[in-house]
């Protein structure tokens, strides 16, 4: 055929034009050849379409081009067989009216953004418009990045169902699992997924259309990969195995990608999809309640419940218990199993009593009307008390439906009485529930009763609920923050941006006019800034830098992010990964600028491409390259998938709700600690710490056989022990794929590490977590009394702490070396072990300060250098450890 020809690299590069023209041509050939053994259809028919295509300049936009040209169907089509239902359902979706116009753009650019409001069909109809038109076949398939692994799973489940279509065609692959097959043709995966497939294919080939969902959301992951797809389109192009790549995002914010020459040097197309969105009225608090907003939720969705006509109802939390705890509080309140009351009558009568505060106080509050949610325009501008007209304004667009939905004018006792014994059916969602009670959400509830989902940011925009009309938004979002430098994580709870908090208002109108009551008041929205900073900007980048390096993109600083890191993140990441041997470190030699300089371009080392491979951050990357020593693999496979999975351990300092669970909560966490003791061994087992009592939990629950019921009885969390033994099983995997002898197989019933082992392991996570060695202030070393226990770290000014919750809290060990630092009270260390000084010179001499040699001092510690120092020839040297040579084939 034609096409093998022009699959060798041309002598001369075709001018933009030809190569357009080229790429077309082939790129519809290829569809053709697909569509011909899958449909069985004449090669001729699909050829003679591909010559009425006229030929269009990439940079026009789609719409025009839409307008001013005849109907240009698809070369192929190849067909699907969906249930009437289905096809109902999916002809009232906005994406559909638009389908021509996108194939259009698609069959004609390379890189094309869609943009539409969640709910408008992008991440179920898409692929579904590509695969119709023969986008998949044998020689590539169509692949949807998620920024979420709940997304990834529960859109191809839902596109196989639309689509009548097995999972073994339509599939999902996230980071412990997967169904995909040979028959694949649409596979949805999460953006670090793919990631690590250009690792192995930089080009991709098994793809023929890349799909970056949620792009607004600007997930680390998903940035790069643009900046990455950036590259690899254009490489695709010459090579004549044309890649297309679409871009979907629910916001129009998308000029970081459109207005970046470093990005796409021909500004991709946009296609806005129309919102078909319903109007929503938005009703502020006048006041911003300081810290319950949980209670505020709950008193406002009993108020819902109990005067508005029906409707779905969708709150908006920060987190997983909360979620719980509202969940509990309403299910007691307005029960759906009748016999399930005990309990409830305190709640109702407070309810009762709320409601009576809130009639009191509605006057003053302030209420306003979006006519629609506008993707271009979320500047809300609140009314002014007293601004008659407006008022006057609001109540008319409110009074399309037959109860003023203002809450505050159900007076009547009829419209209390009228609905307040009906069932609530109250289901809670969140990222860590399990598949099959997220899946929930989507059914309709049983009859007679209303539907609220108690949601986290989840719900914001990866997933769509069917039905709802009353959104509750507490403005709150619950959110990782890192220090730049010093990689020093704290969750806080955080006002939302003002493009969260529309998104979150939006979801009340998609199936008809709805409402969203905002937690706080109108001003305070005012402050909220207007978008969130994509994430590349706020963590530290270490994991990304050393894929990138990997892919010997050696000046990561060059790199065309949509929004570079700062530069002092990109230096710690560098710095960190020298320091790891990662990198080959540059001669040091010139000034500190240009050390940093030639830092930032260091290339990979062969260690480095060993710890590439491995799915886990580079720190512990670091401990499973050196672990082969001593058979000390399975320990380490299983203390790095314990702290990834992170909260092995049931939460008893969690506010009980009742004195009878605080009582229960006291007796389960006394049995806990008993529990953790055991697991922490003796002696030198001890001294592991916390990483002994997650080894020694993960190894008695799995010889347990890993059931349910051990977890409950011993404080760990189930869902947490069945990911570690998922993730022990992949990091297996990919150990053994790189040291191809170790032929290692880990069992799940692990025999305790001997003395001897678990010393050695404490070395390995020492030269893993080199940078985070911390020292207890001594005694005589007290200047003020906040160093009291303390532990002064190479990072932090401040003094730190073992927390409370490790074993090792009472011990105070010298030497530490702690997972990760959590500012709470006070800054703690979590996943603490003790180290022995005399390692630390012979195991991390990057860190070291290294003296003139004397007769045998002891290590010490320079807080002002943060570096331990020690003296050359010692004889601490001469521990039983050897930093391992890697090999590499
Ligand atoms: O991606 P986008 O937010 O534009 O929309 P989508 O996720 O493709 O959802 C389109 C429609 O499918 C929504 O109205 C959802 O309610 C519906 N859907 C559903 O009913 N069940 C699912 N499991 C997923 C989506
Ligand atoms: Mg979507």
Request: proline share 7%.
């Amino acid at each position: 055929r034609h096409s093998s020809g022009s699959e060798l690299e041309p002598e001369e590069e075709p001018s933009s034009s030809e190569e357009e023209e080229e790429e077309q041509k082939q790129e519809t050939e290829k569809c053709s050849a697909s569509a011909v053994s899958s449909a069985e259809k004449p090669e001729e028919g699909a050829r003679k379409a591909v010559v009425e295509q006229p030929p269009t300049g990439p940079s026009a936009p789609a719409s025009q081009r839409a307008s001013n040209k005849p109907s240009c169907k698809p070369a192929v089509f190849i067909p699907v067989d969906r249930s009437p239902e289905i096809q109902e359902a999916r002809l009232k979706l906005p994406i559909l009216a638009e389908e021509q116009v996108i194939m259009e753009a698609i069959n004609e650019n390379p890189i094309v953004i869609i943009c539409g409001e969640t709910g408008s069909g992008k991440t179920t109809q898409v692929p579904q418009f590509l695969y119709e038109a023969g986008y998949a076949s044998s020689n590539g398939i169509i692949g949807i990045t998620e920024p979420r692994r709940v997304a990834a799973v529960s859109m191809s489940q839902r596109v196989a169902k639309e689509m009548n279509l097995s999972h073994r065609v339509v599939s999902y692959q996230i980071r412990y699992e997967g169904n995909v097959t040979d028959e694949t043709q649409i596979k949805f995966m999460t953006d670090g997924v793919l990631l690590k497939e250009i690792q192995k294919d930089f080009l991709l080939s098994k793809y023929k259309v890349i799909i970056i969902d949620e792009a607004h959301e600007r997930s680390m992951y998903t940035d790069i990969l643009i900046g990455l797809l950036s590259r690899i389109v254009p490489l695709r192009q010459k090579k004549g195995l044309p890649l297309k790549l679409i871009i979907m995002s629910a916001t129009l914010r998308v000029e970081d990608f459109t207005d970046n020459n470093r990005l796409f040097s021909v500004k991709p197309p946009i296609i806005q999809v129309d919102a078909r969105q319903f109007p929503v009225t938005v009703h502020f608090n006048k006041k911003t309640p300081l810290d319950d907003y949980s209670g505020e939720c709950f008193r406002k969705v009993c108020k819902i419940h109990r005067m508005l006509p029906s409707g779905g109802i969708l709150v908006f939390l920060t987190g997983q218990a909360e979620v719980h705890s509202l969940c509990r509080r309403l299910r007691k309140a307005f029960p759906y199993q009748k016999n399930n009351t005990a309990g409830g009558e305190d709640d109702k009568e407070d309810s009762v009593e709320e409601m009576r505060k809130f009639k009191k106080s509605r006057k003053r509050r302030k209420v306003m009307t979006l006519p629609k949610i506008d993707l271009n325009n979320y500047s809300v501008v609140p009314v002014d008390e007293g601004d008659e007209d407006r008022d006057a304004d609001t109540d008319d667009d409110a009074a399309g439906s037959d109860i003023d939905l203002d809450l505050g004018d159900g007076d009547s006792e009829e419209d209390e009485k009228s609905d307040s014994s009906l069932p609530l059916y109250v289901l809670p969602l969140y990222s860590l529930l399990a598949p099959e009670k997220q899946a929930k959400v989507f059914r309709a509830p049983p009859p007679g009763t209303r539907l609220c989902v108690v949601a986290t940011n989840v719900a914001e925009t990866s997933l769509t609920i069917p039905g709802i009309k009353y959104v509750v938004d507490c403005g709150k979002v619950k959110k990782r923050f890192y220090d730049k430098i010093t990689g020093v994580s704290s969750f806080r709870v955080t006002w939302v941006s003002q493009a969260s908090a529309n998104q979150r208002a939006g979801r009340a109108g998609r199936t008809e006019p709805g409402h969203c009551y905002r937690l706080y008041s109108s001003a305070v929205f005012m402050d909220f800034e207007k978008f969130s900073a994509p994430e590349i900007t706020k963590r530290p980048v270490e994991d990304l830098i050393l894929q990138m390096k990997a892919l010997n993109i050696e000046k990561v600083v060059n790199f065309p992010f949509p929004t570079p890191p700062p530069t002092e993140t990109l230096a710690a990441a560098e710095e960190l990964l020298i320091a790891l041997g990662a990198l080959k470190e540059p001669p040091v030699t010139g000034r500190l600028k240009q050390q940093l300089a030639a830092k930032l371009s260091c290339p990979i080392s062969p260690l480095g491409r060993i710890m590439a491979t491995f799915p886990v951050a580079p720190r512990y990357a670091k401990m499973l390259a050196l672990s082969r020593q001593h058979n000390c693999l399975p320990y380490t496979i299983t203390i790095v998938s314990a702290m990834t999975v992170r909260e092995l351990f049931e939460e008893f300092d969690r506010p009980a709700v009742s004195e009878e669970e605080t009582a229960q909560l006291k007796g389960k966490r006394a049995r806990f600690l008993q529990m953790q003791k055991i697991w922490a061994g003796q002696g030198p087992m001890q001294k592991l710490g916390d990483l002994m009592v997650m080894l020694g939990a993960v190894g008695a629950c799995e010889f347990a056989g890993c059931t349910r019921k051990f977890c409950e009885e011993n404080g760990l969390r189930y869902k947490a022990m069945l990911e570690i033994r998922r993730l022990r099983g992949q990091l297996t995997t990919a150990v053994n794929s790189v040291c191809t002898d170790a032929g290692l197989y880990v069992d799940p019933k692990m025999k305790p590490p001997t003395e001897a082992q678990a010393t050695y392991l404490r070395q390995i996570v020492l030269a893993g977590l080199g940078d985070h060695v911390a020292r207890r202030i001594q005694a005589e070393e007290l200047l003020d009394d906040k160093w009291k226990n303390a532990y002064k770290t190479a990072l932090l000014e401040d003094p730190v702490f073992i927390h409370p919750s490790s074993v090792l809290f009472k011990e105070l060990p010298e030497f530490v070396v702690y997972q990760e630092i959590v500012e709470t009270t006070k800054l703690y260390m979590k996943g603490v072990s003790a180290v022995e000084p005399e390692w630390i010179p012979a195991l991390l001499p990057p860190y070291c300060h290294f003296g003139k040699p004397l007769e045998n001092p002891p290590p010490s510690y320079c807080p002002q250098r943060g570096r331990v120092r020690c003296h050359r020839p010692s004889v601490f040297y001469r521990v039983s450890w050897q930093l391992p040579a890697v090999e590499v084939d």
